[in-house]
């Protein structure tokens, strides 16, 4: 018999560790408390994004890097393997400045960008208004970046659930893990609020939620919650082709034209703890961020609004390997804003590990009980 490993979480990192395990001939035991893929994965906007970890450079960048490169080839093969498709595509982005000081931020992160060897051009308004029309006409200069893709998060979960199923890998929503069985350093199973799983090796994939978890094992975890909300507009296709973001002082607004027409505008970065509601201010600001940048969404179809948890860490970036003086426990989680983005590169550094291969990443900066950066993601 192979390996029992089990991966406490559902969400997207969970099942993209879930799934590269697999491609390594084992098969987990995927245990959420609630339904797959339905937090901080089903919430997010999906756009796999450089051009914010430019600013924080160093080791981030370059994992980023990394899985934004796997992305095509990863979910090309998912699509294959489930029938289902994560709706990856290179769409390119388009930063908006609506003033002089707005100009200058974006020219900025250009720089950042330019030390990684990643350049972009900067459109007249004339341009960009024909290249995509429903951009509002009040716009002072657009910066056009092609390293920009996006899949949609609730597909690429149900990919990568589809080809677990088909695996017959052991698959268990409401089943939540409350406790871990050690004997000295070695792990031998989890407790649930079912019962006792036997195993060999655990991975912690629990967002949000993973700081009471990892203190079961004596682990100190700065994990917290940020909360963002979303506003998901009625739309058709190809009304909008790129990503466009504007950042001003009040924040960042975001529109994600979807392949089916739907245009999800995001989002809010709020401290706020576990609660997971949208307020009327948070709402209205992303409706006014929206139709700043897109005049004609005023008359579109408000379809639904939502808020997500993302998964903190002590500086924004991912705790990712295995927890010192255990054997068989590893930790992939605190991926804050950029958990679609890494998912690709995470399941397969994480599923590296547990199976004794030697991480085609460094994993040393990203280590569990890591001093903060000084260079803060968040
Ligand atoms: C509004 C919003 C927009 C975003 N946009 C983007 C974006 O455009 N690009 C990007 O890269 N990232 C984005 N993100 C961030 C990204 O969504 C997250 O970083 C990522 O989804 C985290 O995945 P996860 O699997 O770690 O966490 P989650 O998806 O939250 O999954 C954790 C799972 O663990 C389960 N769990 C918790 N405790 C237990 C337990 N004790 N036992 C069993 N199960 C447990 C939970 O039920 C949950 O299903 C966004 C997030 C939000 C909220």
């Not at 029938?83 to 974006?106: L, M, R």
């Not at 924004?316 to 991926?335: C, E, F, M, S």
Request: glycine residues 10%; hydrophobic residues 40%; aromatic residues 8%.
């Amino acid at each position: 018999m192979g390996r029992r490993i089990i991966i406490v979480g559902g969400g997207v990192i969970g099942l993209s560790i879930a799934e590269q395990l697999l491609r390594r001939g084992i098969t987990p035991i995927v245990l959420d408390r609630g339904v797959f893929a339905k937090e901080a994965s089903w919430a997010g906007a999906g756009f796999l994004d450089l051009r914010s970890v430019a600013r924080v450079g160093g080791a981030l960048f370059e994992l980023c890097k990394k899985s934004y490169d796997l992305f095509p080839e990863w979910t090309a093969q998912l699509k294959k393997d489930s029938g289902v498709d994560p709706e990856y595509q290179n769409c390119g982005s388009y930063d908006v400045a609506f003033t002089e000081a707005e100009e200058s931020s974006i020219r900025q992160m250009e720089t950042n960008l330019k030390t990684f060897g990643l350049t972009g051009r900067w459109l007249t308004p004339e341009k960009a208004l024909a290249l995509e029309p429903q951009l509002s006409s009040q716009v002072r200069s657009i910066f056009s970046f092609e390293h920009t893709s996006q899949v949609n998060p609730p597909p690429l979960s149900r990919a990568l659930l589809k080809v677990l199923q088909n695996a017959k890998a052991d698959l268990r929503e409401f089943e939540q893990v409350d406790d871990f069985l050690l004997k000295g350093k070695q792990f031998l199973g989890v407790r649930t609020n079912k019962g006792i799983i036997d195993a060999d090796g655990v991975v912690i994939a629990t967002g949000a939620w993973s700081a009471p978890l990892a203190e079961k094992l004596n682990v100190q975890l700065i994990s917290k919650p940020y909360r963002g909300q979303v506003v998901m507009y009625r739309g058709q296709p190809k009304e909008l082709k790129h990503i466009l973001f504007h950042t001003s002082s009040t924040g960042i607004t975001y529109l994600v034209p979807r392949m089916d027409g739907h245009v999800y505008a995001g989002s809010t970065l709020e401290d706020v703890g576990f609660d997971k509601s949208t307020t009327p201010e948070g709402l209205e600001k992303l409706k006014t961020g929206a139709v700043r940048l897109v005049p004609g969404l005023a008359q579109h179809l408000i379809e639904e609004t939502w808020a997500g948890l993302r998964p903190g860490s002590i500086d924004g970036w991912p705790y990712l390997g295995p927890v010192t003086g255990l054997d068989g426990v590893w930790i992939a989680t605190g991926h804050y804003t950029h958990g679609i983005s890494l998912s690709a590169v995470t399941g397969q550094v994480m599923a590296q590990l547990v199976n004794g291969e030697r991480p085609w990443v460094d994993l040393a900066p990203f280590a569990i009980n890591r001093a903060p950066h000084p260079a803060s993601g968040l």
